[in-house]
């Protein structure tokens, strides 16, 4: 992974050498051959740069960013760009920037030269056979609604949804995960956790909660939104699991990197059975009227800091202003699986016409990644959600009532956390999910004097 980043500068810097170091032992990840008494990744990240021999240079995860620079692990990189000529953050795409100055309340400790959005993808010709207009940029979340239901085709045997948080039709679990889109993209937005991550509190019996598990109960039984597949039934076509591409679902929301697979599709259509070109746009996410401009999360693709401790302070800055260059940006951009946060550099793939600033216009939620936080507190917590889960599976098959549902997932959760609490602090990994695959490294600058020509 680090090859992308280091190959470029040491051939344009051929008198600094960039070491890498991991702090956590990949190989253990990939491998399954981690430990139990394996070191927590930002632990193992700050003994590293406190070390004697500290790194100049750390690539890190988002949700890390917050506690390094309130323990005054990280430099600001603010003075260091005012004062550079060939680095100008107006240039920077703003969900870039901004999302990345939140952790540290405005100020800038860190840069990333790619990054990850949604977008809502829709299928023209179900909308023009409904005689609907097409969705628009900027749609309000209740725009988005009351438009599905105009394009959805209740039909037994060949629906149309009108929209789908996600991508991918499955079986009855559909459910479970539609729930977990349907919190990140549209509950983050307007500031509600499920449980407060400071205080492991669960925060879910409350109006606010009830109002959007309406909203999604609603969708559901009016099939707006997918019902589940039967996985026993023939498959259709090539692309029969997936809800837009099978045309089952006029508007979906999409990761960026999703458009590549539906313009491949598009090309090899004459070569597939069961499978028609689509003729298709996208728009920006849709907002809260609460929370104007505000999308879901921004996935950065290497994020880069300098180490308070640092003792080549200049190659590092230089390190990071490489990546952030348009010249890094322009090379990258014949290849790049994912955005660059150079604007201009950004451009339709393969020359497909698109509305590619449906990606751009949107900043990440001030709550953004909150499950990351939780997961360091409670690296199980995912065993909490999924009462949630069962008891809206209740809601949505049996009937349960949407504020005794609440309400017993809160109960029922807290009793939850209380015992894996419990079991944390006897040494137990029982219910643990596998560590993911920390993200965070450090790469230590040195100096390698040039050849004698």
Known sequence: MFREYTELFEFEHRDIRLEVVETVNQGRYWFGTA????????????????????????????????ELINENLLLSLDEMVLKEKDLQLDKIVPAVVDGLRKPGNGTLFALAPMFSTSAVIYNKQLFLDQGVEFPKDRMTWQDLFDLARRVTVQDDQNPVYGFSFDYYQGGLADVYYTMNSFISDYVQPLGLNWIDADTLQMTVNTPAWQEVWATFAELYRDKIIPQGQDRSSPRAGPFDWDLFLSGRAAMVIVPFNYLHR????????????????????V??????????GIGSNVLYQGIFAINANAENIDDAWEFIKFIMSEDYARIKSRSAYYMLAHQEYNQPINGVEYNHDAFLQLLPPDDAFHEMELSRKLPDYWSVRSIG?????????????????????????????????????????????????????????????????
């Open 35 to 66: 430990v139990e008494d394996e070191t927590d990744p930002l632990a193992a990240l700050k003994e590293a740069m406190t070390s004697p021999t500290p790194p100049d240079i750390v690539m890190l995860e988002f949700g890390h960013l917050k």
């Open 389 to 453: 889960q069962q008891k809206m599976y209740d809601v949505l098959m049996n009937g349960k009532d949407i504020g005794l549902a609440l309400q017993e997932w809160e109960t029922e959760g807290q009793m939850m956390i209380r015992q894996l609490l419990e079991q944390q602090g006897n040494g137990s990994d029982a219910g643990k999910m596998p560590a993911p695959l920390p993200a965070d490294r450090r790469i230590i600058l040195k100096f390698q004097p040039e050849p004698d020509s």
């Open 262 to 281: 539906v313009i491949e599709a598009n090309e090899e259509a004459e070569r597939l059975d069961n499978h028609e070109p689509i003729e298709w746009d």
């Open 283 to 292: 728009v920006t996410l849709p907002t809260h009227p609460e929370a104007p």
